[in-house]
């Protein structure tokens, strides 16, 4: 067994050995706690507790601070859309839900224009076929899909689709033919409603 004493894991400093597997830990913010070695060498605990109690402060902070009306870069908060999501107006026109520390971070500061100016943005996910099929459904339907030229993905916002229709704000999604398991319906349908949910949006599915 390696002796971990008076080594440093994140905030903690291990004194000195509890059980068989388990080391007595003093933290940076003197309180003391007893982890285990693997959990040590991992990473998977770094503080005696002190880190996520200071996280879930800064939340609980940020959660009952109103953002309505401030600007994020070209985002101004129009209202909370639920506890952590807020309701957001982007300059050129588009709505979109933004997750509050996305905005105060600036990590997120428009819909998705800033980054594009509503140029197509190629993802590594290539399917020529995705295109034809993503044209021929919006002629049929009379929408204007945005896509790669080269069967790869659009960034909207915070998500990549197969093609976006910006005027109509309508997200449309091919899916291939390995989407059919159980599996890959269920991840589908939580991004589906996710999108939907968070962009305001129209949906549209084309199975392969």
């Known amino acids: ?28 913010c003197g309180n003391t706690h ?3 070695s693997d959990h040590l060498k991992e990473g998977k605990v770094v503080s005696c507790g002190c880190v996520q109690r200071q996280c879930a402060s800064k939340i609980g902070k940020m959660n009952r601070r109103s953002l309505v009306g401030k600007t994020f870069g070209r985002l101004t908060v129009n209202k909370r859309y639920n506890k952590r999501y807020w309701l957001c107006q982007c300059t050129c026109g588009f709505r979109v839900v933004i997750f509050d520390s996305s905005l105060t971070q600036g990590t997120t500061k428009s819909c998705g224009c800033l980054r594009s100016e509503c140029a197509r943005r190629v993802h590594p996910n290539f399917n020529p076929t995705a295109c034809q099929r993503i044209d021929v459904y919006g ?11 080269n069967g790869g993905e659009v960034q909207i916002g915070n ?3 197969d093609g976006y229709d910006r005027r109509n704000n309508v997200v ?6 390995y989407h059919r398991t159980k599996k890959q319906k269920s991840l589908d349908a939580h991004r589906k409603q996710e999108i939907i949910e968070r962009l305001n949006c129209k ?6």
């Open 1 to 28: 067994m390696i002796d971990l004493r008076k080594q440093q894991f994140g905030k903690l400093t291990v004194i000195d050995r509890h059980q068989k597997s388990h080391w007595t830990c003093r933290c940076e």
């Open 34 to 36: 007893i982890v285990r």
């Open 139 to 149: 002629k049929l339907h009379g929408y204007q899909f945005q896509h790669a030229l």
């Open 159 to 161: 998500y990549w689709v």
């Open 172 to 177: 449309i999604e091919f899916y291939e033919r």
């Open 203 to 208: 949906f549209i599915e084309i199975i392969e």
